[in-house]
């Protein structure tokens, strides 16, 4: 998972595109892994039942989420070439101006804190 992380943060260097890492593992472990693995994107510690995973409703780890221009979560635990594929769909979407509404009126997601 990580060696195509890494190739689709490069790939999107240059769109509007951000993945974020939210670790839950001790932090000398967390800190450690990133640079060992040579994680460029933003990472955060939540701790041990922390508020983001209680937020986003997280039990198990790998978690994905994917969310649009508008923070609505469009798709979950999707990897590798789905989860470029998945990104490419909604930059594609946002370029052409069909992005759905922040409050998720056309249906297509929802936020984290209704269960999405």
């Known amino acids: ?9 490069a ?12 670790n839950t ?5 967390v800190k450690a892994g990133v640079a060992r693995e040579k994680m460029s994107w ?5 701790g041990s039942g922390g508020p983001i995973c209680m ?3 997280v039990h198990s780890f790998p978690t994905i989420f994917i969310l ?18 998945k990104v ?7 370029k052409a101006g069909k992005m759905p509404s922040k409050d998720g009126a056309s249906g297509s997601g929802a936020t984290p ?3 999405g």
């Open 55 to 57: 937020s986003w409703n």
């Open 68 to 85: 649009d221009a508008n923070g609505v979560i469009r798709a979950r635990d999707l990897r590798d070439d789905a989860m470029e594929k």
């Open 42 to 46: 933003r990472h955060f510690w939540d």
């Open 113 to 115: 804190k209704s269960g």
């Open 1 to 9: 998972m990580l060696p195509h992380e890494r190739s689709l943060v």
């Open 11 to 22: 790939k999107m260097k240059d769109e509007p595109f951000a993945l974020v890492g939210v």
């Open 25 to 29: 593992d001790p932090i000398d472990t």
């Open 88 to 94: 490419e769909e909604l930059l594609a979407e946002m």
